[in-house]
T-cell receptor, first 112, second 116 residues
Framework: AQSVTQLDSHVSVSEGTPVLLRCNYSSSYSPSLFWYVQHPNKGLQLLLK??????LVKGINGFEAEFKKSETSFHLTKPSAHMSDAAEYFC??????????FGSGTKLNVKP | NAGVTQTPKFRILKIGQSMTLQCTQDMNHNYMYWYRQDPGMGLKLIYYSVGAGITDKGEVPNGYNVSRSTTEDFPLRLELAAPSQTSVYFC???????????????FGSGTQLSVL
């Protein structure tokens, strides 16, 4: 069975400081992993996807994530937070049959 | 392309009423999904479809029904609405397959439903 656990429900950072949003996964297969972002009152947008080609994945808006099989983790990072990054972020795992399982979400607050 | 279009955006139902949430996509995607989003719970898969005429249950299907008569449309039916169905509902679609574009989900803007 596939599942993801997002370790923090809320993260607060100051503008210009690094962002770390943590995700652990469980998968019976070699997983496909994703990060989606949801800005207030908006739909969800794909940030990045892990493919087996590279363990460090670069996404949009300066975000990246590192796949660590030994730790079953797929943490999302950004070197320098911007006010516009304030949103809810979801880690997602696919069962390789195009079914997608979402984590509970992490709300990122960016302080000026 | 309009992408994924959901209607209505907001709805209030009384307990026991029924309604259909509409979802249509114009990207010729094979896969379509219905999710519900509850605070602190992420998105839970209600039903999904891999093509016209084929649907299957997700994680939380009870109290809902779907149909997929065309590639474009994937309506979600609520029968005998209950307060536990108060949620935000999202329809999504994807082309399908294992590539980056194949697994990319495109979401509608959501339907906020309250059952009172």
């Amino acid at each position: 069975a596939q599942s993801v656990t997002q370790l923090d429900s809320h993260v607060s950072v100051s503008e210009g400081t690094p962002v770390l949003l943590r995700c652990n996964y469980s998968s019976s297969y070699s997983p496909s992993l994703f990060w989606y972002v949801q800005h207030p009152n908006k739909g969800l947008q794909l940030l990045l996807k892990y493919t087996s080609a590279a363990t460090l994945v670069k996404g949009i808006n300066g975000f990246e994530a590192e796949f660590k099989k030994s730790e079953t983790s797929f943490h999302l990072t950004k070197p320098s937070a911007h006010m516009s990054d304030a949103a809810e972020y979801f880690c997602v795992v696919s069962d390789n049959f195009n079914k997608f399982y979402f984590g509970s979400g992490t709300k990122l607050n960016v302080k000026p | 392309n309009a992408g994924v279009t959901q209607t209505p955006k907001f709805r209030i139902l009384k307990i026991g009423q029924s309604m259909t949430l509409q979802c249509t996509q114009d990207m010729n995607h094979n896969y379509m999904y219905w999710y519900r989003q509850d605070p602190g719970m992420g998105l839970k898969l209600i039903y999904y479809s891999v093509g016209a005429g084929i649907t299957d249950k997700g994680e939380v299907p009870n109290g809902y029904n779907v149909s997929r008569s065309t590639t474009e449309d994937f309506p979600l039916r609520l029968e005998l609405a209950a307060p536990s169905q108060t949620s935000v509902y999202f329809c999504a679609s994807s082309y399908g397959g294992q590539g980056y574009e194949g697994e990319k989900l495109f979401f509608g803007s959501g339907t906020q439903l309250s059952v009172l």
